[in-house]
């Protein structure tokens, strides 16, 4: 069977998304507007929480989050090893050192038990990451640093719309994050927000959005950012939101459809979601065993591409970047991050193009 490329993912419009940018545009409100506001209820309510409050994207919320917070220099703020840096990243933009936590080796996500063994007398909050839409197990994890005092972010950007014992990602912490970019569940192209039940949290979110400016126009409350959306991302982010059930279901179609076709495959393994978790699986991601795949990770990757499939690696383990974060020992996320893959996990593969790509997949082989 020959197909056409298959991306690992590409944007999809599923309804108003043109109309609503076309009324913004028409609108001449292309900054700030009533798309911006309409995006941060509606998402609000989809995550059933007070606030949302958007974001340029992703980092720049968890930017703004950590302001929030007063993360400041000399702080310590724990992360995963394994999953994308931008928490760790955003922890040394703010002069804070991020520390480095083993994952569990199944739902590859940080655990209260890797979590307990980083704390120090400088921790000031833990960002654990839902990585490829799995969510961390949050009741230990809130009782940790409830016990400790230290506050948690959710860094929620790969989990839109996973459930964790029946609550949305991001919900069950005091503040959290997500990324709209053009391969997440719903995107705005680049765009983000954070969500939280604090009023003054929120409050203290908006004012580092817009350069530390409230009442007074020109007065700088405090040294802000700037940090927004604008109201032509959101246009096309309210049309996406308007879709997320039909959009879910067609991604739980997608990793059904992968998980019947590969489990049974010697060699390889999907990440864990415990029964805890109902997941919409941002990325389908198995992890390869070097008896069944001797080429390595990176050679299958490099087979598929041949075939017309793009993949993804795993992240980068922290520990392989030490010009960045220092010398530090991580066997399982360094494990993960080089026998990890994920295969094409858009919403609109055909069965057709999953039935293409786990063959090609099963013919890497040995
Ligand atoms: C877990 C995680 N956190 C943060 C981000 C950053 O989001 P953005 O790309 O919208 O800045 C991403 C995005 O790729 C992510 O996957």
């Excluded at 640093?145 to 989990?159: F, H, I, K, Q």
């Excluded at 383990?317 to 010009?323: F, G, K, L, V």
Aim: hydrophobic share 40%; charged share 20%.
């Amino acid at each position: 069977m020959k197909m056409k490329n298959i991306p690992w993912a590409s944007p999809h419009y599923w309804g108003n998304e043109e109309r609503y940018v076309v009324d913004a545009l028409q609108s001449s409100w292309i900054s700030g507007g009533a798309y911006v506001e309409r995006l941060e209820e509606d998402f609000a309510r989809y995550c059933d929480v007070p606030y949302a409050i958007a974001a340029s994207n992703g980092t720049t919320a968890l930017h703004m989050a950590y302001l929030a917070l007063d993360i400041r220099p000399g702080d310590e703020v724990i992360v995963p090893g394994f999953g994308f840096m931008a928490a760790a990243n955003i922890a040394l933009h703010v002069g804070a050192k991020p520390v480095f936590s083993e994952v569990d080796a199944d739902s590859w996500c940080m655990t209260a038990h890797d979590i307990e063994r980083c704390i120090t007398p400088k921790t000031k909050a833990i960002v654990p990451i839902h990585t490829y839409g799995n969510v961390c197990d949050m009741v230990p994890i809130m009782e940790l640093a409830d016990s400790r005092g230290l506050r948690v972010v959710e860094d929620a950007a790969e989990a839109i719309g996973s459930k964790y014992m029946g609550r949305m990602a991001g919900t069950i912490a005091p503040l959290g994050v997500f990324s709209f970019h053009a391969t997440k569940t719903i995107t705005t192209g680049e765009g983000g927000a954070v969500v939280t039940s604090s009023l003054e949290l929120s409050d203290r979110m908006r004012l580092f959005r817009s350069h530390g400016m409230a009442a007074r126009r020109y007065w700088h409350e405090v040294a802000g950012h700037n940090f927004r959306l604008t109201n032509i991302q959101a246009a096309i982010g309210c049309a996406q939101l308007e879709q997320i059930d039909a959009i879910s279901k067609e991604r739980d179609r997608v990793y059904k459809t992968y998980t019947k076709l590969l489990q049974n495959t010697l060699g390889v393994r999907f990440q864990y979601y415990s029964n805890k978790v109902d997941p919409v699986v941002w990325a389908v991601a198995i992890v390869l065993d070097a008896f069944a795949f001797p080429q390595g990770r990176d050679a299958v990757i490099e087979q598929l591409k041949q075939m017309g499939i793009e993949t993804r690696p795993g992240f980068c383990s922290a520990n392989t970047m030490h010009h960045i974060y220092g010398n530090m020992q991580l066997p399982v996320c360094e494990h993960l991050s080089e026998q990890v893959i994920s295969l094409p996990s858009g919403p609109t593969l055909t069965e057709e193009e999953i039935e293409y790509v786990c063959a090609s997949f099963k013919s890497c082989k040995k």
